[in-house]
């Protein structure tokens, strides 16, 4: 439902599954995708923050809240950071921890720590086009603009027809 756009059937859906398994935090999650859909904003931050109670050593909980938070921009100061943060220590190899915790940075305009997160994001993996286009966008916020379009030319070069190419 939730793919066909109709995240108020996705919502009916994932809460009867989320009643049969009232412990599984995937299910709070998908919970939380449907509610954040239907534009329902508190129901969904509550959602991810059941998932973290639930399975709070699961990195996929820990994301899921942080990238609700970044991209709602909802308490980005304490529930993003704190969930970026966790998040580090708890998949400290995956380069999209240091993509979100990059992008938290940014929002609270922290640019050492921003620009560190996202250049090790890349270090990580190079060829994802992701942490260069929010590299970019970080620089272009801090008026690095020679920076920002350098990290734009690697974004278009990374994912020519994809979503951050073409942005």
Not at 49 to 66: E, F, I, K, N
Not at 138 to 156: H, M, N, P, R, W
Request: glycine share 8%; charged share 20%.
């Amino acid at each position: 439902w939730l793919r066909q756009g109709q995240a108020e059937k996705a919502l009916a859906s994932y809460g009867k599954a989320a009643a049969l398994e009232p412990e599984n935090a995937a299910w709070q999650i998908a919970l939380g995708e449907a509610a954040s859909a239907a534009g329902k904003l508190s129901e969904a931050a509550g959602y991810y923050s059941r998932a973290v109670d639930l399975a709070p050593t699961d990195p996929a909980a820990w994301r899921a809240l942080a990238l609700f938070s970044l991209n709602h921009d909802t308490d980005v100061e304490n529930t993003g950071l704190v969930a970026a943060r966790q998040l580090l220590k708890l998949a400290p190899g995956d380069w999209l921890s240091y993509d979100i915790a990059g992008r938290a940075a940014v929002i609270l305009r922290a640019q050492v720590e921003a620009e560190m997160q996202l250049l090790k994001a890349i270090e990580l993996a190079p060829q994802e086009p992701g942490p260069h286009f929010h590299l970019a966008l970080a620089y272009l916020e801090f008026g690095q603009t020679a920076s920002a379009y350098d990290k734009l030319v690697d974004t278009v070069n990374l994912d020519p027809n994809g979503p951050y190419g073409w942005q």
